[in-house]
Protein backbone atom coordinates (compact mmCIF):
# COMPACT_ATOMS: atom_id res chain seq x y z
CA UNK A 1 0.00 0.00 0.00
CA UNK A 2 1.18 3.72 -0.83
CA UNK A 3 0.21 6.52 1.25
CA UNK A 4 0.85 10.25 -0.50
CA UNK A 5 -0.21 13.27 1.29
CA UNK A 6 -1.14 15.68 -1.06
CA UNK A 7 -3.07 19.51 -0.51
CA UNK A 8 -6.53 18.54 0.57
CA UNK A 9 -6.71 14.77 0.82
CA UNK A 10 -4.99 11.37 1.14
CA UNK A 11 -4.39 9.01 -1.93
CA UNK A 12 -4.65 5.57 -0.51
CA UNK A 13 -3.58 2.58 -2.75
CA UNK A 14 -3.00 -0.87 -2.05
CA UNK A 15 -2.28 -4.01 -4.95
CA UNK A 16 -5.02 -5.34 -6.34
CA UNK A 17 -2.87 -8.17 -8.18
CA UNK A 18 1.25 -8.44 -7.52
CA UNK A 19 1.97 -5.40 -8.89
CA UNK A 20 -1.56 -3.44 -9.86
CA UNK A 21 -2.82 -0.35 -7.89
CA UNK A 22 -5.67 1.14 -7.67
CA UNK A 23 -6.25 4.04 -5.62
CA UNK A 24 -9.16 6.15 -4.03
CA UNK A 25 -8.95 9.81 -2.23
CA UNK A 26 -10.21 10.42 1.06
CA UNK A 27 -10.96 14.24 2.04
CA UNK A 28 -9.33 16.09 4.10
CA UNK A 29 -10.84 15.06 7.73
CA UNK A 30 -12.58 11.79 6.62
CA UNK A 31 -11.99 9.04 8.53
CA UNK A 32 -13.27 6.18 6.19
CA UNK A 33 -13.09 5.72 2.54
CA UNK A 34 -16.12 5.22 0.65
CA UNK A 35 -14.90 3.74 -2.26
CA UNK A 36 -13.36 0.37 -1.74
CA UNK A 37 -13.22 -1.36 -4.95
CA UNK A 38 -10.51 -2.63 -6.34
CA UNK A 39 -8.94 -3.64 -3.03
CA UNK A 40 -9.05 0.24 -1.37
CA UNK A 41 -8.70 0.37 2.09
CA UNK A 42 -7.77 2.86 5.26
CA UNK A 43 -4.15 2.65 6.16
CA UNK A 44 -3.96 2.71 10.14
CA UNK A 45 -1.22 4.68 11.24
CA UNK A 46 1.47 2.52 13.47
CA UNK A 47 1.40 2.50 16.99
CA UNK A 48 5.47 3.10 16.64
CA UNK A 49 5.01 5.96 14.47
CA UNK A 50 3.45 9.24 14.39
CA UNK A 51 1.86 12.33 12.48
CA UNK A 52 4.49 14.04 10.57
CA UNK A 53 6.80 10.98 10.49
CA UNK A 54 7.89 10.80 6.39
CA UNK A 55 9.76 8.62 4.28
CA UNK A 56 13.11 10.27 2.58
CA UNK A 57 15.13 9.17 0.23
CA UNK A 58 18.99 8.90 0.58
CA UNK A 59 22.65 7.89 -0.28
CA UNK A 60 25.05 6.75 2.43
CA UNK A 61 25.16 4.36 5.66
CA UNK A 62 24.76 3.60 8.82
CA UNK A 63 26.85 2.65 11.26
CA UNK A 64 26.45 1.82 14.86
CA UNK A 65 27.66 3.73 18.18
CA UNK A 66 31.56 3.21 17.52
CA UNK A 67 31.21 4.09 13.95
CA UNK A 68 31.97 1.10 12.65
CA UNK A 69 30.29 0.00 9.72
CA UNK A 70 27.97 -3.03 10.88
CA UNK A 71 24.61 -3.37 9.36
CA UNK A 72 21.76 -5.00 10.24
CA UNK A 73 19.11 -6.00 7.96
CA UNK A 74 17.26 -8.69 6.36
CA UNK A 75 15.64 -9.53 3.17
CA UNK A 76 12.44 -10.79 1.46
CA UNK A 77 13.22 -12.22 -1.73
CA UNK A 78 9.76 -12.35 -3.16
CA UNK A 79 9.90 -10.87 -6.99
CA UNK A 80 6.34 -10.15 -6.12
CA UNK A 81 6.71 -7.31 -4.05
CA UNK A 82 7.03 -3.57 -5.08
CA UNK A 83 8.80 -0.91 -3.24
CA UNK A 84 5.28 0.18 -1.96
CA UNK A 85 4.53 -3.54 -0.17
CA UNK A 86 7.87 -2.46 1.43
CA UNK A 87 7.41 1.05 2.55
CA UNK A 88 3.96 -0.37 4.12
CA UNK A 89 6.16 -3.40 5.94
CA UNK A 90 8.74 -0.85 7.38
CA UNK A 91 5.95 1.86 8.34
CA UNK A 92 4.56 -1.56 10.33
CA UNK A 93 7.76 -2.92 12.16
CA UNK A 94 8.62 -0.47 14.95
CA UNK A 95 12.36 -1.73 14.59
CA UNK A 96 12.67 -0.84 10.88
CA UNK A 97 14.58 2.26 9.87
CA UNK A 98 14.95 1.88 6.32
CA UNK A 99 14.34 -0.22 3.37
CA UNK A 100 14.79 -0.61 -0.10
CA UNK A 101 14.12 -3.09 -3.39
CA UNK A 102 16.42 -6.32 -3.15
CA UNK A 103 16.77 -7.03 -7.01
CA UNK A 104 17.81 -4.53 -9.61
CA UNK A 105 14.24 -5.29 -11.27
CA UNK A 106 12.91 -3.13 -8.26
CA UNK A 107 11.47 -6.31 -6.59
CA UNK A 108 11.88 -7.75 -3.37
CA UNK A 109 12.52 -6.15 0.11
CA UNK A 110 15.80 -5.38 1.82
CA UNK A 111 15.47 -3.40 5.15
CA UNK A 112 17.55 -1.54 7.96
CA UNK A 113 16.49 -2.14 11.52
CA UNK A 114 17.59 -1.20 15.16
CA UNK A 115 20.51 1.57 13.38
CA UNK A 116 20.74 4.66 14.54
CA UNK A 117 23.80 6.39 12.93
CA UNK A 118 22.92 7.22 9.21
CA UNK A 119 26.17 8.95 7.47
CA UNK A 120 25.28 10.94 4.29
CA UNK A 121 27.55 10.33 1.17
CA UNK A 122 27.11 10.44 -2.32
CA UNK A 123 30.35 7.95 -3.77
CA UNK A 124 29.66 4.88 -5.84
CA UNK A 125 29.89 2.86 -2.66
CA UNK A 126 27.08 4.25 -0.60
CA UNK A 127 23.58 2.01 -0.01
CA UNK A 128 20.70 4.37 -1.83
CA UNK A 129 17.79 3.64 0.47
CA UNK A 130 14.28 5.07 1.84
CA UNK A 131 14.56 6.18 5.92
CA UNK A 132 12.20 6.69 8.28
CA UNK A 133 12.73 10.26 9.20
CA UNK A 134 10.57 11.40 12.80
CA UNK A 135 8.79 14.29 12.71
CA UNK A 136 11.41 16.76 14.98
CA UNK A 137 9.14 17.59 17.59
CA UNK A 138 9.13 13.42 18.70
CA UNK A 139 12.81 12.93 18.64
CA UNK A 140 12.48 15.58 21.50
CA UNK A 141 9.59 13.79 23.05
CA UNK A 142 8.80 10.63 21.55
CA UNK A 143 6.43 9.79 23.95
CA UNK A 144 4.12 13.14 23.52
CA UNK A 145 4.29 13.61 27.22
CA UNK A 146 4.44 16.35 29.39
CA UNK A 147 7.35 17.32 31.32
CA UNK A 148 7.57 17.87 35.06
CA UNK A 149 10.33 20.04 36.46
CA UNK A 150 12.66 17.99 38.71
CA UNK A 151 11.72 20.33 41.85
CA UNK A 152 8.08 20.35 41.37
CA UNK A 153 5.72 19.83 44.56
CA UNK A 154 3.73 17.07 42.50
CA UNK A 155 4.66 14.08 45.19
CA UNK A 156 4.05 11.55 42.48
CA UNK A 157 5.77 13.15 39.49
CA UNK A 158 2.38 13.36 37.54
CA UNK A 159 2.01 16.04 34.73
CA UNK A 160 -1.19 17.97 35.10
CA UNK A 161 -3.89 18.05 32.67
CA UNK A 162 -3.57 20.51 29.94
CA UNK A 163 -6.82 22.60 30.16
Partial sequence: MLMLLQSSSIT?????????????????G????SKTEGGC?????????????????????????DNLFHPRYYSIPDTNLAISDCKVSCW???????FYY????????KFWTNMTNFIPEDS????????ITPETSNLA????????????TNPNNIAPKAS
Fill in 41 to 65: QRWNQSDCRHNGDKVDFKSGRFTNV
Fill in 124 to 131: TGSERLYI
Fill in 141 to 152: NPNNTTPVPSNS
Fill in 12 to 28: LSMPRFSSKLRTTRLEK
Fill in 30 to 33: SNHV
Fill in 92 to 98: NNCSCVA
Fill in 102 to 109: LYESATGC
